[in-house]
């Protein structure tokens, strides 16, 4: 049992709502998942500045400063800007995105790369998922479009690297409540296909998977629909990338979901009592998702 929140804004005036607004939808899925957390959020200018390319790291006990000076130095002086984020060190630069991620892994032998993008800001760790919202400042984010998860561990160990969400690919990130049956078996047809993994968890292969299908030119519905003809198991998924917000449920939709839609914005969760506290919710459509039906929303 996990819990998932997912917030969507379409109006741009709830940008700068968005950490207080996904903070309280959190709130209200703790106890489904006390191991751990985690929260993609995209549009944030502190966590990634406008034009630059962020990279979200586990430091593995690296201080920031530390971190930053390495990475300047593999880029040639070009400037670098760390962010402390508590069990998350958040690193930006003015170079494109694979430039960044190719500097941070070339100057930080074995650190653990657990998101980065254009837009995209991953903060995750172990503990309770109030004190770690507090921890990163997640109330005080801003931007369109926000992630965020809370994990009872079933099929790996409680690590910050084994909480969601799972970004594997450019400005994209899933969440996962549930248990893929069949991981193991597409676990390594990728890593035959050359794929390297960070943890043990299972929604890992599914992120991967996703990642795979859109590198290969799929949309994110299109990516979801062959998850769904390819994995075994129980799951709902809330997966996003910069222009997309999808979620999609297993056979039998086994685990409990709930989706809330304004003009305003779209908003997902285990439970309906993470929606109550949106503004306009009160004039909401609310559906709970049919089984392997893909629900997407574009930016």
Same mark, same amino acid.
């Given at each position: 049992?996990? *819990?998932i929140v997912g917030l969507h804004l379409r109006e741009p005036s709830l940008y700068p709502r968005l950490g207080e607004l996904l903070t309280g939808m959190l709130s209200q899925v703790c #106890?489904?998942?006390?191991d751990s957390a985690g929260m993609a959020v995209y549009g944030d200018p502190r966590w990634? &500045? $406008?034009?630059?390319?962020?990279?979200?790291?586990?430091? *593995?006990?690296? $201080? +920031? #400063?530390? !971190?930053?000076?390495?990475?300047?130095?593999? !880029? !040639? *002086?070009?400037?670098?800007a760390v962010v402390d984020a508590g069990q998350t060190v958040l690193v930006s630069a003015p170079t494109d995105v694979d430039a960044l991620v190719t500097a941070v892994r070339a100057s930080l032998p074995g650190i653990v790369v657990i998101g980065f993008g254009e837009d995209l800001a991953v903060l995750k760790g172990v503990g309770h998922p109030q004190l770690l919202a507090a921890e990163v400042g997640l109330a005080a984010a801003q931007g369109w479009q926000g992630v965020a998860h809370t994990r009872m561990a079933t099929e790996?160990?409680?690590?910050? %690297?084994?909480?969601h969400p799972f970004s594997v690919g450019p400005d994209q990130c899933l969440v996962h409540n549930g248990s893929f049956a069949n991981h193991a078996t597409i676990r390594r047809e990728l890593v035959a296909a050359g794929m390297t993994f960070d943890s043990e968890n299972d929604s890992e292969v599914g992120a991967r998977f996703v990642a795979a299908q859109l590198a290969s030119g799929y949309d994110l519905e299109k990516s979801l629909k062959l998850l769904c003809e390819r994995f075994d198991g129980f799951y709902t998924l809330l997966v996003a990338n910069?222009?997309?917000? +999808?979620v999609v449920r297993d056979a039998i939709a086994c685990k &409990? +979901?709930?989706?809330? #839609?304004?003009? %305003?914005?779209? +908003?997902?969760?285990?439970e309906y009592r993470a929606l109550a506290g949106l503004p306009g919710v009160e004039s909401a459509r609310i559906f709970e998702p049919e089984p392997e039906e893909v629900y997407a929303w574009q930016r």
């Open positions: 049992m996990c *819990g #106890e489904r998942g006390p990634s &500045p $406008p034009g630059w390319a962020t990279v979200s790291v586990l430091p *593995g006990g690296r $201080p +920031a #400063e530390e !971190l930053r000076a390495t990475v300047a130095a593999e !880029l !040639l *002086g070009i400037d670098v790996s160990a409680v690590t910050p %690297q084994g909480s910069r222009d997309s917000f +999808a &409990p +979901a709930v989706v809330a #839609e304004t003009p %305003q914005w779209v +908003a997902m969760a285990s």
